[in-house]
């Protein structure tokens, strides 16, 4: 996945706003929870961070290409970066992406989710 194809998908995720920071990362937020960080590669291929389950976290670890995100998880945080497609494609990381999205927006108020729209079932 390009950063430009990874901006390009969380932008089309609902109520997404992009900023660039922490040393050039591109952050992807649903109001204001970040769910999404893309940048600081190495190499050829972007680097993605994003929140997932605990069950996913326990499993993604340790595949090869994937590693419990640098800071994140050192502080007990249930985040993975995708440093290659090594073990993860990008349909797969789309499908991570989404449910990081749904995740960070189960953290905002009941009454933003609902004006949102998110959650709503």
Same mark, same amino acid.
């Given at each position: 996945?390009? @950063?430009d #194809?990874?901006?390009?998908?969380?932008?089309?995720?609902p109520h =997404? &706003?992009?900023?660039?920071? $922490?040393?050039?990362?591109h952050v992807?937020?649903?109001?204001g929870?970040?769910?999404?960080?893309?940048?600081w590669?190495?190499?050829?291929?972007?680097f993605?961070?994003?929140?997932?389950?605990?069950?996913?976290?326990?499993? @993604?670890? #340790?595949?090869?290409g994937?590693?419990?995100a640098?800071?994140? =998880? &050192?502080?007990?945080?249930? $985040?993975?970066?995708?440093?290659?497609?090594e073990?993860?494609?990008?349909?797969a990381l789309?499908?991570?992406?989404?449910?990081?999205?749904?995740?960070?927006?189960?953290?905002?108020?009941?009454?933003?989710?609902?004006?949102?729209?998110?959650?709503?079932?």
């Amino acid at each position: 996945m390009t @950063l430009d #194809e990874y901006n390009a998908f969380c932008a089309a995720l609902p109520h =997404a &706003s992009h900023v660039v920071q $922490w040393g050039g990362a591109h952050v992807w937020k649903v109001s204001g929870k970040v769910f999404a960080i893309g940048g600081w590669n190495d190499g050829a291929d972007l680097f993605v961070t994003f929140k997932c389950s605990d069950l996913g976290f326990e499993i @993604l670890k #340790e595949q090869p290409g994937l590693r419990p995100a640098p800071y994140l =998880a &050192s502080r007990g945080m249930k $985040w993975i970066q995708r440093m290659t497609g090594e073990s993860m494609d990008d349909a797969a990381l789309r499908d991570y992406l989404r449910e990081s999205h749904r995740l960070a927006s189960l953290n905002l108020t009941k009454a933003k989710q609902k004006e949102l729209g998110l959650n709503q079932r």
